[in-house]
Structure formats: C-alpha cells, structure tokens
C-alpha cells in the first residue's frame, strides 16, 4: 500500500502489470475507515472487484464492511472519488464472473476450493473524480498519466493472452479506454481549445494541429473498438504519446 501511495497507483513484483485500486469501506463493527488494496477490471461506467480473499473459506472484511454501508471511497494512485457498491446477484454474478475467469483462470481456482459464492462487487462513481491538487495542469497531466498506463496494461494483456482470440473482458477494456479517450478528447475539442485561443491567440496554429491529431486518434479508435489488434493497440500508443506529449509541451505553460 505504501508503495502503492508513492508510485501513483504502480507497484512492482508480481503486481507490476496488474489494475489496483485502494478500496476505502466503513467498519461494519467499529464505524472506522478502513483501506484495502484490490486489483479491479474496467467495466463500462464502473469498476469491478472481487471477494476471493486468496481462496479463504470465509469472505474478506471489506466485503462485510461494504454490505453495510455500500458508501465507499476509490483511490486509483491518479484519481480517488465516491462511489455507491453494488454486490453483483444471481445471472449477472455468474456471467461476469465467468468473464473474470477467462481473463484470470486463477479466480476460478480460487472458487474450486471453497463453498462460498465469492462475490463480485460493482463500485460505481458517486461523483466526478478528485485529482491530487488544484492545478488544471496537473489535472491534465494525471489524466494524460491514466490513459498511458491504461495502454500499457491492455497491451501487456493482448501480448501474454496467449489466445487465438480476444477474451471478453480485455474487449471491455480495450472499449472503456477507447470510450474515454473519446469524451476527453471531446471535452478538449470544444472547451479547452476553444477557451485557450480565446485567451492567447498566438496558440491557434498549435491547437490546429493537435485537433488534427484528435481527429486521427478517432479514426484508430474506431479502428480498434471493431478489431482489436496488437498491432492496433501498439499504433494508437505510438499516435496518442506523440500527441500527449506535444499536447503538454504547448498547453501546460498556460494552464
């Protein structure tokens, strides 16, 4: 967890390629905040943990501490934010969980020992996402940090699938960062460009180009949310470093 804190969300060792989150519950008992460190998959709007405890025989206590009081806090080493947990019932537990397992085949190891049903758990924001202090630059920058280390890791997931074709869940990761390099591009396209050549006329060129580069990035993603490719993959993080970098070369100085 420390390192966790240090690194912005990067560990090393044998979580060095993994998702992780600080999942922040109240003690069901003492009404104290209590932190856990948890891997996560993307899904959509929200993100899913899961309550196997390492194949122990009784569930977590931060499982307990969420059913009662599903108010939650999450904290992905960039950005932390509310959310609202949601224990995943019946058909839907099973077909996600299935989905997990073909991602990870150790969760289903993990269920094989036990005679629990390990839960999985949906945190959905309760709230826009808080970054680490109250510069737009620096916002920016941790956005920009997000995106790349999400690239690395559906890269790293592509390469070591080891499968002739694309699991569900990394096609569910591989569209979450597609869907959010969307919005935030258009976030940028009509408010952030707009609003900076309002303010300093000597950036129109610059922002010129770079709205071009959006509008090549739109075409990979489009690319990559109907086939989803190694190759693909390693084009659209070629593109997107080039454009993030000349983004912050230009902009930060006047954020």
Not at 95 to 102: D, M, Q, S, Y
Request: aromatic residues 6%.
């Amino acid at each position: 967890m420390a390192e966790f804190k240090a690194n912005s969300g990067r560990v090393g060792g044998p979580f060095e390629n993994a998702r992780l989150l600080l999942l922040t519950t109240t003690g069901a008992r003492t009404g104290e905040p209590r932190t856990a460190i948890l891997g996560y998959y993307p899904d959509g709007n929200r993100v899913l943990v899961v309550g196997s405890a390492g194949g122990s025989p009784k569930h977590p206590s931060w499982y307990h501490n969420l059913v009662a009081n599903p108010q939650v806090s999450v904290d992905t080493g960039s950005f932390d934010y509310p959310a609202t947990a949601v224990v995943l019932r019946g058909a839907e537990r099973d077909e996600v969980f299935a989905r997990l397992v073909e991602a990870d085949a150790g969760w289903g190891d993990y269920q094989s020992r036990v005679s629990r049903t390990i839960p999985v758990v949906a945190l959905v924001p309760g709230g826009p996402p808080g970054g680490r202090t109250g510069s737009f630059a620096e916002a920016l920058k941790n956005i920009h940090a997000a995106f790349r280390r999400e690239l690395e890791l559906i890269r790293h997931e592509i390469a070591t699938s080891g499968t002739a074709g694309l699991g569900a869940q990394l096609r569910i990761n591989c569209l979450t960062v597609c869907q959010g390099l969307h919005y935030h591009h258009t976030g940028e396209s009509t408010m952030l460009f707009p609003g900076l050549v309002e303010q300093h006329p000597q950036l129109k060129d610059v922002v010129a180009v770079l709205q071009q580069e959006h509008d090549q990035i739109a075409v990979l993603l489009g690319e990559l949310e109907q086939a989803v490719t190694l190759d693909q993959v390693d084009q659209l993080i070629t593109q997107l470093n080039t454009h993030l970098d000349r983004e912050e070369e230009a902009l930060l100085p006047y954020l």
